[in-house]
């Protein structure tokens, strides 16, 4: 999504699309590790100095309610985001924490059936596995 999309969409939502909202933004979306928001922060203090991480956590509140990042809560209490929203497995390492998306064409053949058999579209998914990495092995 580029910024004049995520601007149109922030403005017909009721929200302003301050520089710094926008720069948490492009940084999520361009992410595959799945970040929480202190890694965001972290990444972001250098440029932008006067952020908080009271701005992060609202603007990550923001896209998921936008429906352009998912929420990814664990046992441990540790909240992770995701910026892809198209059917996928989390292959969650259970030693590092580590996340990688797994796609595959059978997965969404499986998901239609089961989307069929239930008779109503779901508002949302999410499918973790559990495995460990190669470098946790």
Known sequence: ?????????????????????????KLILSRKDHPTADQIYQVLKEEYPTISLTTIYNTLRILVE????QELGFNEGSIRYDPDMELHINMVCSKCGKIDDYKAENIIQLWNTIISDLGFKPIGQRIDIYYECEECK
């Open 66 to 69: 936008l429906g352009l990042i």
């Open 1 to 25: 999504m580029n910024t004049q999309d995520l601007i149109k969409k922030f403005r017909k939502n009721g929200y302003k699309a301050t520089s710094q909202r926008l720069a948490i933004c």
